[in-house]
């Protein structure tokens, strides 16, 4: 029995997820017009392979996998493509996003699919397989697998499956390890042997006693050594750094990643979508959506990627007092700004909102330094600090109180008395910091290319002084001549 | 902004401390008479009419700050902190200087650096020290035992019944007589058998102060305060007690004296735990209410005043942005607790 460990801080909401656990996962059915952004992962984006006009079939790379850090998008049906611009993206901001329109058109044909035989293939070719099939972190943060997979050469002790699904309302992943945990370990075998893990554990909230049930009796009947562990129910015990700590007692360094402590930390959905894309060939074109809240039958749906949320809502039947729609989770998520903005690979809830589920917070008061936030915070963090110092704008102050280990849970959010909204200043802070660091960079490559230049130029002025003179017969006289005119030269 | 979030607020947490200094009030009604109340009514009054004007002045919006309770749990610190006899004007200017000057004048709501309550106490025994040392005699002590209006017309007037001097109505502190009279060379354990002390402290005072631990326990029960400020300083005064008296006994009275006498337990429930003049570390709040404790114990015994908490509790204030510096906790995926403002990583 492995031994767990805890983490500081930690809230306990109320999950509302009953409701949306009722139904096995349901097929969406084919949306006639699909917006796919180009980029719906983390990392650099290539320009597409399509134009206007143009018809695909499911599956087609409709950008490629650009740079190291980077994965490909795929078109999630056949059909025509529309349009190629700007669209509004599914990101707080309402900013645009680089999109392919697709119309479908109603057959929902496959490109050729080739499964791939990992256990005999260079890992390499495994690895270039997720990346070019478009696989991404299911969990939220859509960091390409093929990146984190590859572990850069280094050793993994642990590969661990994040089952946690911590956010009230979500349901997606309970559901996807009740029906599809074979299949998950599939995958979790091909992350094995990716990886080389010593251990692999597979960690699920104990709110989930079925899907623990299914996952273990699959881990059985995998024949790998895995072990399914079932952590407390406290959330964010699904945030990496903190399912991490409480698994293994190792802590992620602070501006380092969970490699360094010798861990790979995979959703149990993207382990899901590791065995679709080497084993049957698939690139990620679906994903399962938990459609919940203010709706009569709310339910998980397997849709595809690049579906309108509205589309999607309106197949739980949203209740007439809706008033719009949140991509994600009551804690971490965010309002979209249309029924248009597209599910996209991090897309792992919508819940119809209405003014009785999600009453207006009353206007912030001043911080009266009560300390709850930091009670509950899990990266033991002083969040009314953070908060003092991002409102006075002092940012170097900011980062020396660890700003940047804030995980932007919303723990310090949900229990201050203030109603502060704690996280939007932490997110400006660092936008801010970011956005300055980028600038002195680039001011410091301006400077060093302005300071050599300056030196390229001096040499060059010193060669020729000194190939005039090595010409010249009367070489000494010429020479300090030459040198003179140089001299006069560089005062200019 | 998350869309979910606890029934939480701060006229809620303040209106939680007032309510756990009731059971203490009516303790203090049973063994000294009504006057508390008129003095609880007008440092309310004072408090809230000064919070209206400042949040005026300062172009703030009335509503929702009056209403958030804050004002008054100032006002009846200060009511509590006041001897029930004091003159109407001085209770409400100590609570004016408060609310105006250590509250508002440095920010308002959240930004005090002093706990405005134990500044307006400080103002008020600098300034009016025999007014503020004129405390009364329980009612079972005393020689003539005034009615709530007699009470009322002092306050107000500064007139006593006929025949009726101010010695009929006031008694020394027990920690004043405690102070007094082992000035006089006599020994404590003989001190204490003085009429005014009750099993442990001052007759009628230990009752209240028990009552302020019941009214604590259930403000850290409901998450209002944390254990660390009450424990760290009743133990710190209380070992602090205990050795001086175990070294010389006649000299030096003991913890349990210390414990049920005067402000020691309001003081630790409900005055040091100030959230906004106080560390927000754990560890910071230990080393916060130990200094406390300590300062409280130095100032009853060999300073100028027999009770010490305000003068703890401002002096604490003062170190505790200092403390709060460097009692910072590690942070996840950080090896040692670091300097919040220090060291760059």
């Not at chain 1, 190629?84 to 057959?107: F, M, N, Q, T, Y």
């Not at chain 2, 402000?263 to 709040?285: C, E, Q, R």
């Amino acid at each position: 029995m492995r031994k767990l460990h805890s983490f500081s801080g930690g809230i306990h909401p109320p999950e509302h997820k009953e409701r949306s656990t009722r139904e096995p996962i349901a097929a969406a059915p084919l949306p006639p017009r699909l917006i796919v952004p180009l980029q719906q992962h983390a990392g650099t984006v290539a320009d597409p392979l399509v134009r206007v006009g143009d018809k695909v079939l499911k599956g087609q790379p409709l950008a490629p996998a650009l740079g190291p850090v980077s994965a490909a998008t795929h078109a999630p049906t056949s059909g025509t493509v529309t349009g190629l611009a700007p669209h509004p993206a599914p990101h707080p901001s309402g900013l645009l996003s680089l999109c392919a329109v697709i119309e479908a058109d109603g057959e929902d044909r496959w490109t050729e699919r080739v499964p791939l035989d990992w256990r005999q293939a260079d890992p390499r070719a495994v690895i270039d397989r997720l990346r070019d099939a478009g696989v991404v972190g299911l969990g939220g943060a859509a960091f390409p697998t093929a990146v984190k997979a590859r572990a850069n050469g280094r050793p993994v002790e642990i590969l661990l499956l994040n089952g946690g699904e911590c956010e009230p309302y979500i349901t997606c992943d309970d559901m996807l390890m009740r029906e599809r945990a074979p299949e998950i370990f599939r995958g979790i075998r091909i992350l094995r042997h990716l990886t080389g893990a010593r251990e692999v554990v597979v960690g699920i909230e104990d709110n989930k006693p079925e899907a623990i049930a299914a996952m273990e009796a699959a881990a059985r009947a995998s024949g790998l050594t895995a072990e399914v562990v079932a952590v407390p129910t406290l959330y964010p015990a699904g945030g990496e750094k903190q399912l991490i700590r409480v698994v293994t007692g190792r802590e992620v360094p602070s501006g380092g990643l969970p490699l360094d402590a010798g861990v790979v930390c995979f959703n149990v959905a993207t382990a899901h979508a590791v065995q679709r894309a080497v084993e049957s060939g698939e690139p990620m074109v679906s994903r399962v959506v938990t459609v919940t809240g203010n709706v009569h039958a709310p339910r998980n749906y397997e849709c595809l990627l690049g579906t309108p949320v509205g589309d999607l809502a309106a197949l739980a039947g949203p209740a007439a007092d809706t008033d719009g729609y949140i991509m994600g989770g009551p804690l971490m998520g965010f309002p979209v700004p249309s029924g248009n903005v597209p599910v996209v690979k991090a897309t792992n809830c919508v819940i119809a909102s209405s003014e009785a589920l999600f009453p207006k917070p009353p206007p912030p008061m001043p911080c009266i330094r009560c300390g709850r936030c930091a009670e509950v915070c899990p990266a033991s963090l002083q969040p009314m600090d953070l908060f003092w110092f991002a409102k006075a704008h002092n940012l170097e102050k900011a980062e020396a109180y660890s700003l940047f280990d804030c995980i932007e849970c919303g723990c310090c959010d949900y229990v201050c008395p203030s109603h502060i909204p704690l996280v939007q200043y932490y997110k400006f802070a660092k936008g801010e910091i970011r956005s300055m660091k980028q600038e002195k960079e680039a001011a410091d490559r301006a400077r060093r290319r302005h300071e050599f230049r300056q030196f390229r130029q001096e040499r060059e002025k010193q060669e020729r002084a000194a190939r005039l003179a090595s010409r010249a017969p009367g070489a000494k006289k010429a020479t300090a001549r030459a040198e003179a005119l140089a001299e006069s030269q560089e005062g200019e | 902004m998350t869309l979910v979030a606890e029934q939480a607020s701060v006229s809620r947490i303040m209106f939680q401390v007032l309510a756990a200094l009731v059971p203490a009030i009516a303790v203090y009604v049973w063994y000294f008479g009504p006057a508390i109340l008129v003095q609880i009514g007008l440092a309310s009054a004072a408090a809230l009419a000064s919070e209206a004007v400042m949040l005026r002045l300062r172009r703030y919006p009335v509503q929702p700050f009056l209403r958030d309770g804050s004002a008054l749990v100032t006002a009846w610190l200060i009511a509590l902190s006041f001897p029930p006899l004091a003159p109407w004007w001085l209770t409400v200017t100590a609570t004016v200087f408060a609310i105006v000057v250590a509250k508002h004048l440095y920010g308002g709501l959240g930004n005090n650096l002093f706990n405005p309550a134990m500044v307006g106490y400080a103002v008020a025994i600098i300034s009016f020290p025999l007014q503020m040392t004129r405390w009364s005699a329980p009612t079972a002590l005393a020689a003539a035992p005034l009615g709530f209006a007699d009470q009322a017309a002092y306050i107000f007037g500064g007139g006593l019944p006929a025949g009726l001097g101010l010695d009929a109505v006031t008694l020394a502190t027990p920690l004043d007589t405690l102070k007094t009279h082992l000035a006089l060379g006599e020994t404590a354990a003989d001190i204490l058998t003085m009429p005014v002390f009750g099993l442990l402290g001052g007759q009628g005072g230990e009752i209240i102060s028990l009552a302020y631990i019941m009214g604590g326990v259930w403000l850290w029960r409901q998450q209002v305060i944390t254990w660390h400020v009450p424990v760290m300083f009743l133990a710190t005064v209380a070992v602090m007690a205990a050795a001086f008296h175990a070294a010389n006994p006649a000299q030096y009275a003991g913890a349990p004296l210390h414990l049920a006498s005067g402000a020691t337990m309001i003081g630790a429930f409900f005055i040091l735990t100030d959230p906004v003049s106080s560390p927000t570390t754990p560890l910071g709040k230990l080393v916060y209410a130990g200094g406390a404790g300590v300062l409280t114990y130095v100032i009853r015994v060999w300073g100028g005043y027999p009770d010490g908490v305000a003068f703890a509790t401002l002096l604490m204030n003062l170190a505790a942005p200092m403390i709060e510096l460097h009692t910072q906790p590690r942070v996840y995926g950080q090896r040692a607790s670091r300097k919040g403002g220090g060291e760059k990583p």
